[in-house]
């Protein structure tokens, strides 16, 4: 089966400027992540999608970051205006269900992620 | 959500040698996943561990769950260079992730 799909795969923009990234994931995943990754942390999720509604956006910056997923299939992250601290890679997952449970239905799929650069 | 925190931050050895890293977490959680990250790629999972389990294998990979010391534990076994990578643990709904281990193996 495809895995999760990522573009561009790496993204130099300057402050002030806006950026989208795009996710596509597994066929069948109702479920879909974004995650921040700051060079040598761990991943910090920004937004949780179940279908096309969101579940958790606590984390989400909505002064300047926005994400949606048109028909519950492929979602987009934006961010605008970026600042020098948005450098960092952008982490797309998909599941079955929502993290939750026993079973292996939650197991995460990780893209290979937008690499961006903020000057 | 809960964050898993992995113990050491970073780990060298020498290939052949065991790896062994640790994951502590808070609350009372129904399953606990490790993940692996190479440079520059995105996160790929390794095992997943029901919280009635104790013990569980795949390949050179063992990993133990002690849900009264909330706390599990990842074994490389005869580890290569290509287990250089970052790993993460993800207890319950692994929504948060924690700094992870980075091991190094040197050939």
């Known amino acids: 089966e495809a895995g999760v799909a990522q573009s561009p795969r790496y993204k130099i923009i300057e402050k002030r400027q806006s950026v989208a990234f795009w996710c596509n994931p597994i066929?069948?995943?109702?479920?879909l992540y974004w995650y921040q990754q700051i060079l040598g942390q761990g991943p910090k999720l920004l937004i949780q999608?179940?279908?096309?509604?969101?579940?958790?956006d606590s984390q989400l910056p909505k002064d300047r970051f926005s994400a949606e997923r048109l028909k519950g299939v492929d979602s987009t992250l934006k961010i605008q205006p970026a600042k020098l601290e948005d450098s960092a890679v952008y982490l797309c997952?998909?599941?079955?269900?929502?993290?939750?449970?026993?079973?292996?239905?939650?197991?995460?799929?990780f893209g290979a992620g937008t690499r961006l650069s903020v000057l | 959500s809960q964050q898993g925190e992995e113990d050491p931050q970073a780990l060298s050895i020498q290939e052949g040698e065991n790896a062994t890293m640790n994951c502590s977490y808070k609350?009372?959680?129904?399953?606990l996943q490790w993940y692996r990250q190479n440079s520059g790629r995105g996160l790929v999972h390794l095992i997943l561990?029901?919280?009635?389990?104790r013990e569980k294998h795949s390949g050179r990979l063992r990993v133990t769950l002690d849900t009264s010391k909330k706390s599990s534990s990842l074994l490389i076994t005869a580890s290569r260079a290509a287990d250089t990578a970052s790993y993460f643990c993800?207890?319950?709904?692994?929504?948060?992730f924690g700094g992870g281990t980075r091991l190094m193996v040197k050939p």
């Open positions: 997952a998909s599941s079955l269900e929502p993290g939750a449970g026993a079973g292996t239905k939650n197991i995460q799929y």
């Open positions: 066929s069948g995943h109702a479920t």
């Open positions: 999608f179940q279908n096309n509604g969101v579940v958790d």
């Open positions: 609350t009372s959680i129904n399953n």
């Open positions: 561990i029901r919280s009635n389990e």
């Open positions: 993800a207890p319950g709904n692994m929504l948060t």
